[in-house]
């Protein structure tokens, strides 16, 4: 049987926090023990240079990456794990892309216009490019579904427009990826407002986070009296619900819920149980990560056989695809 090639990624600009965790990684690891699909990981470092970022880290921010993701649960036996610019076809494949592009569709994208109000002095070619790189990552695998977050979304929409014009105008044969749904694909963020993002200070928990740390950043999520004659959709409440949610199951949540519309939640006692919750499905992945830490080696081999593997598809598409394109 052909499997499905599913590719996700993660920007190397620092440790998995659990929205990448809960949007994209749990999503993979699924699909990872699924026969029918051949998975790759991929730690996005050319993309982490797209934002300001210190040369003397990345290599250890990529390493961070590929040890959460095999922390995680990542079998190796199972799936690929590579680094984006191990594989320079990709660099090459967008360059072949950006020729069914224009600069005013890319320049309207709302990812971009909020990295340039982020960083107004950072306002790059690369960072323009992001999702052609992006669309390149993901077509060189023909990937037709893939678990992103729903902040990757206008991504993927011209990932599916890239794919049409070359089909169209080359007769090249890729597919149009959709976003595969996971139960984590909106994390918001502790702060109450947008999602969590490594970006934003106090948005997020780490894989890594003790108890005791991420005790302390529910401490600092905004609340309110606990009561109310409806339950907040939106803001440092809702954020938490939907955490319960996700880690103590729809019940709780409702248990909830129930409570604010009569007698009222107790948020301190919420956010020890919830903390405890998260910090139980994140003891296991924080000790394969001490383990891991200790063998280098082994991670080497095993981001070196992923790339071994990513490369020959890559090489695939990209061949095929410049010679429909009358390169060779
Ligand atoms: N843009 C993605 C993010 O910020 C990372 C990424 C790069 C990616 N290339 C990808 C995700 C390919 C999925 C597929 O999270």
């Known amino acids: 049987m052909e499997k499905k090639r599913v590719l996700s990624g993660i920007r190397a600009t620092g440790r998995l926090h659990l929205g990448n965790y809960l949007g994209m990684v749990k999503g993979m690891l699924e699909l990872q023990d699924n026969p029918g699909y051949e998975v790759f990981f991929m730690v996005a470092d050319l993309h982490a240079m ?94 037709e579904e893939l678990p992103v977050g729903d902040d990757q979304l206008p991504h993927l929409e011209i990932t599916r427009e890239i794919a049409r014009k070359m089909n169209e105008k080359y007769s090249c044969n890729f ?23 490594k970006s934003v200070e106090g948005s997020y928990i780490n894989l890594t986070d003790e108890l005791g740390v991420i005790k302390e950043k529910f401490a600092r999520v905004p609340t309110d009296v606990g009561r109310g004659k409806s339950v907040p959709q939106e803001g440092g409440v809702a954020a938490l619900l939907s955490l319960v949610e996700l880690f103590q199951g729809e019940d709780k949540r409702k248990e909830y819920e129930t409570e604010y519309l009569s007698e009222g939640v107790q948020y301190k006692s919420l956010k020890e149980e919830l903390a405890q919750a998260i910090f139980e499905e994140l003891k296991p992945i924080q000790a394969r990560r001490k383990e891991l830490d200790q063998k280098p080696k082994y991670v080497d081999r095993v981001i070196g056989g992923g790339a071994e593997k990513a490369r020959k598809i890559a090489r695939e598409t990209l061949d095929e695809t410049k010679r429909k394109m009358g390169l060779i």
């Open 175 to 197: 597919p149009e990826p959709q976003q595969l749904k996971t139960e984590g694909h909106y994390i918001p963020s502790l702060t109450g407002e947008g999602k969590m993002s």
């Open 50 to 143: 797209t934002t300001p970022y210190d040369p003397k880290t990345l290599q250890k921010n990529i390493y961070e990456v590929v040890l959460d993701y095999l922390a995680a649960g990542l079998d190796p036996e199972n799936a690929s794990v590579f680094v984006q610019s191990h594989i320079p076809e990709h660099i090459e494949l967008a360059y072949l892309f950006s020729t069914v592009v224009s600069v005013a569709r890319l320049s309207h994208l709302p990812t971009y216009k909020e990295k340039v109000r982020q960083y107004p002095e950072n306002v790059t070619m690369a960072l323009l490019y992001y999702p052609v790189l992006m669309a390149a990552d993901i077509l060189a695998y023909k990937t």
